[in-house]
């Protein structure tokens, strides 16, 4: 393990519209948005299902290429649950409303996650393990997309 600036963190989560979220040994990918120091999304509710995150103090972003899904690194992060009251809320859940595509209700999208679901931020911790540091059967595996 080694410790990577926050910098190669963000491009990578940046440059890629799924994130790969893993936490009881389940593997989970998510749609979210960069937003400051943090990956933040919306899980539960009528939004992606990740059962349990909010009980979870850390996380690993499993980070891919977006060109060939290819595995870079993978970082750990703690998990933060916002509220209405919290001091992210609004920055994070203008962004994620920002940032979501095809939106049902994009006006009323925030009251809505603020009952049904949870907004996470999942922040860096700065331990990073390179792609080739991590367990070959983990690296040369490749997420299996729906097929239509």
Request: charged share 20%.
């Amino acid at each position: 393990m080694t410790d990577f600036p926050e910098a190669l963190v963000a491009e990578l989560a940046k440059k890629s519209g799924v994130v790969w979220v893993t936490y009881d040994a389940q593997p989970h990918p998510v749609w979210h948005e960069w937003v400051g120091d943090a990956v933040c999304l919306v899980a539960n509710g009528g939004e992606q299902p990740l059962p349990g995150i909010e009980s979870e103090s850390t996380v690993t972003l499993v980070l891919r290429s977006k060109a060939n899904r290819h595995l870079i690194a993978e970082a750990e992060a703690t998990v933060e649950v916002l509220t209405p009251a919290s001091e992210h809320w609004d920055v994070v859940t203008l962004a994620l409303r920002t940032g979501r595509l095809n939106l049902h209700d994009r006006d009323s999208a925030i009251e809505r996650w603020s009952r049904e679901s949870q907004v996470i931020r999942l922040i860096p911790t700065g331990t990073v393990t390179q792609a080739a540091d991590v367990s070959s059967a983990i690296a040369q595996s490749v997420p299996h997309l729906a097929r239509r």
